[in-house]
């Protein structure tokens, strides 16, 4: 039974999100607002939804290992395991003009993360701190992108938001997929982290480890699916920008919310190890953002396999070789 809930659950959160994105997007168009601000914060915080509400879900619920590991093992999988996906089907295009603002930002904020994480607990106003940053960082985008500052960025997000295509019938019909999107998040995230927390106990594993890994890899779903189709559009840099804006929405918009519903103590681990995982893998993506133009199939393929390395480690168990 717990299988067949974890199922659910992952094809709820992959199903939600979906519906959710395209509601919120097809709402916005009708609400005339500009393709460039749909991709900057429908889109971006859309298919990142599933980790803010399993995060959520997993605070209120006590397992603040699932949590953690839902974070650091979501943006992990997201420079690993998506872009080697998405490069192995089209090589990924970059435009580091495009990427400076974004791409600087993500190297920044991944350095702060971690710094706070290795305090020991995220706290509230730990997470206080994380959210605001990321109010921010929206807000800051939307002026330099709506005063013409950022045209680069501003192009890439308008292209974000290009991938999605409208749900059939006005606004009531995109409200109701909207609202019903979410729901299904919820209900999908609430099977996840129940059935995350058996697994653990049933395999006698951590639950960090399940969140690293199992979930993490859940709810890169919607990334994983809208990366792919993107490159298999030959849309690369909208693949690459997917993934540097889903890292920035996990860190700070998801962690700290997590952070102010209950104390988030992170695990010896994370602390240890997969910190130093999500540290590496970001370096490898921001100095291919800013410093070059394509991400070949061969680079692609050492990402895959840097990703199932990493995997089988946690099969292993590496809070044992610690």
Request: aromatic content about 8%; overall charge negative.
């Amino acid at each position: 039974m717990t299988y067949l809930t974890l199922i659910a659950g992952l094809i709820l959160l992959l199903g939600g999100a979906e519906v959710m994105v395209r509601g919120a997007v097809t709402l916005a168009r009708k609400l005339e607002i500009s393709p460039m601000v749909i991709g900057l914060t429908v889109v971006a915080m859309g298919t990142s939804a599933p980790e803010l509400i399993v995060a959520v879900e997993a605070a209120l619920e006590g397992a603040a290992g699932i949590a953690v590991g839902n974070v650091v093992g979501s943006n992990i999988a997201n420079i690993l395991l998506i872009l080697g996906v998405s490069g192995l089907i089209y090589p990924i295009a970059s435009n580091p003009k495009a990427m400076k603002r974004d791409g600087s930002m993500l190297g920044i904020m991944t350095l702060l993360f971690a710094l706070i994480c290795w305090q020991g607990v995220v706290g509230f106003w730990s997470g206080t701190i994380l959210l605001v940053l990321f109010l921010i960082f929206i807000g800051h985008s939307y002026w330099r992108e709506t005063h013409a500052e950022d045209p680069e960025a501003a192009e890439l997000h308008a292209k974000e938001a290009a991938e999605f295509e409208d749900v059939k019938g006005g606004v009531p019909v995109a409200l109701v997929a909207t609202i019903g999107g979410i729901a299904i998040l919820i209900l999908g995230s609430d099977f996840l982290v129940k059935s995350g927390i058996a697994l653990a106990r049933d395999w006698g594993v951590s639950e960090e480890v399940i969140g690293l890994t199992m979930i993490a890899l859940g709810t890169s779903l919607p990334e994983l699916a809208a990366s792919a189709v993107a490159a298999y559009r030959r849309h690369t840099d909208v693949a690459l920008g997917n993934v540097v804006g889903s890292n920035l929405f996990n860190m700070l918009a998801v962690m700290g919310a997590a952070a102010m519903v209950a104390p988030l103590p992170v695990a010896k681990q994370i602390l240890q190890f997969d910190l130093w995982v999500m540290l590496f893998a970001t370096i490898l993506l921001v100095v291919f953002a800013l410093t070059r133009e394509m991400l070949s199939r061969f680079e692609a393929g050492l990402l895959f396999i840097i990703y199932l390395a990493y995997i089988a480690l946690q099969a292993k168990g590496v809070e044992s070789l610690l």
